[in-house]
Nanobody, 124 residues
Framework: VQLQASGGGLVLAGGSLRLSCVAS????????MGWFRQAPGKEREFVAA????????RYADSVKGRFTISTDNAKNMVYLQMNSLMSEDTGVYYC??????????????????WGQGTLVTVSS
């Protein structure tokens, strides 16, 4: 299984970006897919997760109301729409996946598969 993330870039504070991630070699419609991020000098942290069978999403408090996670099962993709971006959102964003939806979605150790990361830089 491989995850390929894209969509990162440089954006002004208050702007928007949409990250995409495609999974190949496996399907996760009955599992969990999500996003983590890592800012310079900080630990990797949970951003958002989507659990396929229940079609429920979870977010870190820091992004609630600004970010939206969604999936396209037909394309085996997960997206992260990021609005009202702030400088604190700067970091490398990683997409993640697990074939089982019943995981501790906020833990880095819960996920079997990780993408290579895409850099998001928010300039103020």
């Amino acid at each position: 299984v491989q995850l390929q993330a894209s969509g990162g870039g440089l954006v002004l504070a208050g702007g928007s970006l949409r990250l995409s991630c495609v999974a190949s070699g496996g399907t996760f419609s009955r599992g969990a897919m999500g996003w983590f991020r890592q800012a310079p000098g900080k630990e990797r942290e949970f951003v958002a997760a989507f659990r396929g069978p229940m079609r429920t999403s979870r977010y870190a408090d820091s992004v609630k109301g600004r970010f939206t996670i969604s999936t396209d099962n037909a394309k085996n993709m997960v997206y992260l729409q990021m609005n009202s971006l702030m400088s604190e959102d700067t970091g490398v964003y990683y997409c993640v996946a697990h074939p089982n939806w019943n995981v501790q979605y906020y833990r880095t150790a819960a996920y079997d598969y990780w993408g290579q990361g895409t850099l998001v830089t928010v300039s103020s």
